[in-house]
């Protein structure tokens, strides 16, 4: 729960992106953020306010006329870390520009001690319009931050200019890195890689892994949360990269290990969660194997072990972390490794633990430095990136 006890506003304005907003409040909720949600009378056209106290577990501010509730926009403007207002509206952004508060909203974005984060959503031309650039520029100089909005399809069909939201997953990551985002890692470099790798044996066949590059891209999504830098190289997976993140997207362990060394003497840390290939065909063919119906060999010599090789190139006080995955309880092997790779951390995981290991959304794992072990219960490996992040934050 990344966001245990931090206190949320959510504003909601009228607009068909304001379904979306459901979404956010969940987010919020689930990483244990205290959500309230205002909504202005146009955004309860669109969505009612008892679906977000269902999904907050919290009373949503609508009016400033609701009885017994005279002062909570006061309170709500003082009481929050961040208020998100998502969708932001044209009619909203305008009113806020020229600091009208005549609805509950409004009066607490007028009054608010706390940081504001605007997900515009309108029709692509009301956006392009200056009147709405002139009060978006207005906001940003007064230090409101915004996130999108996106290019994509619009309620009135597909648009090539930006008008449609970011969607709630990528606004509650700029939320969260704004909420946790001034510790240790703030502004530092982290280089992140996730995946397997896919050796070619012709323009058809190749030699794999099971990895999902699931493990990677929560690391890189949490370093991004904290308020790193963060570059991740990832090899081929059908998973989207986290929002924010730099992303590199390779093929082989040739291609992998040459990214990493493109980004590897800058990085304040370094985590290596990929899996890439341990060997690959000697030779690849130009042309398809033809099938026949005989034993097929094929030779394989093993490639660079890239966290070994990144050793002399990376700055000498870059943290640097590894995993070390092994079949049975192996723990001195990963030792080993940590000595070898020259690394300030281990991962240490088991192939042959139910809920561990590759293909699955949650991991056991050990973290091991020269300080000692501390072993983690099964958890989603988001949770096991969160972990990872407190020692590595304790450490840079
Ligand atoms: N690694 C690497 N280059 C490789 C293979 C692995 O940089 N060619 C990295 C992995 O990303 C991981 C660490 O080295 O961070 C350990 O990987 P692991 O598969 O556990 O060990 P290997 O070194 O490959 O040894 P083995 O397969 O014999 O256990």
Same mark, same amino acid.
């Given at each position: 729960?990344?966001?245990?006890?931090?206190?949320?506003?959510?504003?909601?304005?009228?607009?068909? &992106?304001? $379904? @979306?907003?459901?979404?956010?409040?969940?987010?919020?909720?689930?990483?244990?953020?205290?959500?309230?949600?205002?909504?202005?009378?146009?955004?309860?056209?669109?969505?009612?306010?008892?679906?977000?106290?269902?999904?907050?577990? =919290? *009373?949503?501010?609508? !009016?400033?006329?609701?009885?017994?509730?005279?002062?909570?926009?006061? =309170?709500?403007?003082?009481?929050?870390?961040? %208020?998100?207002?998502?969708?932001?509206?044209?009619?909203? %952004?305008?009113?806020?520009?020229?600091?009208?508060?005549?609805?509950?909203?409004?009066?607490?974005?007028?009054?608010?001690?706390?940081?504001?984060?605007?997900?515009? &959503?309108?029709?692509?031309?009301?956006?392009?319009?200056?009147?709405?650039?002139?009060? %978006?520029?207005?906001?940003? &100089?007064?230090?409101?931050?915004?996130?999108?909005?996106?290019?994509?399809?619009?309620?009135?069909?597909?648009?090539?200019?930006?008008?449609?939201?970011?969607?709630?997953?990528?606004?509650? &990551?700029?939320?969260?890195?704004?909420?946790?985002?001034?510790?240790?890692?703030?502004? @530092?470099?982290?280089?992140? +890689?996730?995946?397997?790798?896919?050796?070619?044996?012709? *323009?058809? =066949?190749?030699?794999?892994? #099971?990895?999902?590059?699931?493990?990677?891209?929560?690391?890189? #999504?949490?370093?991004?949360? #904290?308020?790193?830098?963060?570059?991740?190289?990832?090899?081929?997976?059908?998973?989207?990269?986290?929002?924010?993140?730099?992303?590199?997207?390779?093929?082989?362990?040739?291609?992998?290990?040459?990214?990493?060394?493109?980004?590897? !003497?800058?990085?304040?840390?370094?985590?290596?969660?990929?899996?890439?290939?341990?060997?690959?065909?000697?030779?690849? !063919?130009?042309?398809?194997?033809?099938? +026949?119906?005989?034993?097929?060999?094929?030779?394989?010599?093993?490639?660079?072990?890239?966290?070994?090789?990144?050793?002399?190139?990376?700055?000498?006080?870059?943290?640097?972390?590894?995993?070390?995955?092994?079949?049975?309880?192996?723990?001195? =092997?990963? #030792?080993?490794?940590?000595?070898?790779?020259?690394?300030?951390?281990?991962? $240490?995981?088991?192939?042959?633990?139910?809920?561990?290991?590759?293909?699955?959304?949650?991991?056991?794992?050990?973290?091991?430095? @020269?300080?000692?072990?501390?072993?983690?219960?099964?958890?989603?490996?988001?949770?096991?990136?969160? @972990?990872?992040?407190?020692?590595?934050?304790?450490?840079?």
């Amino acid at each position: 729960m990344s966001l245990a006890g931090r206190r949320v506003v959510l504003g909601v304005s009228g607009g068909i &992106a304001s $379904y @979306k907003a459901c979404t956010i409040a969940r987010l919020l909720t689930k990483a244990g953020a205290h959500v309230d949600v205002v909504l202005t009378s146009a955004g309860a056209e669109f969505v009612r306010p008892v679906t977000f106290e269902a999904l907050t577990g =919290r *009373p949503v501010l609508s !009016s400033l006329w609701d009885r017994g509730r005279a002062l909570d926009h006061v =309170r709500l403007a003082d009481d929050p870390e961040l %208020i998100i207002v998502a969708p932001a509206t044209a009619n909203l %952004i305008a009113r806020c520009a020229q600091g009208i508060a005549d609805d509950a909203l409004c009066a607490i974005l007028l009054a608010r001690a706390s940081a504001v984060l605007l997900a515009p &959503a309108m029709n692509d031309k009301m956006y392009a319009n200056e009147i709405t650039q002139q009060n %978006i520029a207005a906001l940003k &100089a007064r230090g409101w931050e915004t996130v999108g909005p996106e290019v994509g399809a619009l309620a009135e069909g597909p648009s090539d200019l930006p008008g449609r939201m970011s969607e709630p997953e990528d606004i509650f &990551a700029v939320a969260e890195r704004k909420l946790l985002g001034g510790g240790a890692l703030s502004g @530092k470099r982290v280089l992140v +890689s996730a995946g397997p790798t896919r050796e070619g044996m012709d *323009p058809v =066949r190749v030699i794999t892994n #099971r990895s999902s590059g699931l493990m990677g891209i929560e690391v890189a #999504r949490e370093a991004y949360s #904290r308020g790193a830098d963060v570059t991740l190289v990832m090899g081929p997976t059908s998973l989207p990269p986290p929002y924010g993140v730099g992303t590199i997207r390779v093929e082989s362990t040739v291609d992998l290990a040459a990214a990493i060394a493109d980004h590897v !003497s800058h990085a304040d840390v370094f985590v290596m969660a990929a899996a890439p290939a341990d060997y690959k065909p000697v030779e690849v !063919s130009a042309d398809k194997l033809a099938r +026949s119906n005989g034993r097929l060999s094929v030779e394989l010599e093993p490639t660079l072990d890239i966290l070994e090789s990144t050793a002399p190139e990376r700055k000498a006080d870059c943290f640097c972390v590894g995993f070390a995955l092994e079949a049975g309880d192996n723990i001195e =092997r990963a #030792r080993e490794k940590m000595r070898r790779k020259r690394l300030d951390l281990v991962v $240490y995981n088991r192939v042959d633990i139910e809920g561990a290991g590759f293909e699955v959304a949650t991991n056991r794992v050990t973290l091991m430095t @020269k300080d000692g072990e501390q072993e983690l219960p099964l958890m989603a490996k988001r949770a096991v990136a969160h @972990k990872l992040f407190d020692v590595i934050e304790a450490g840079v």
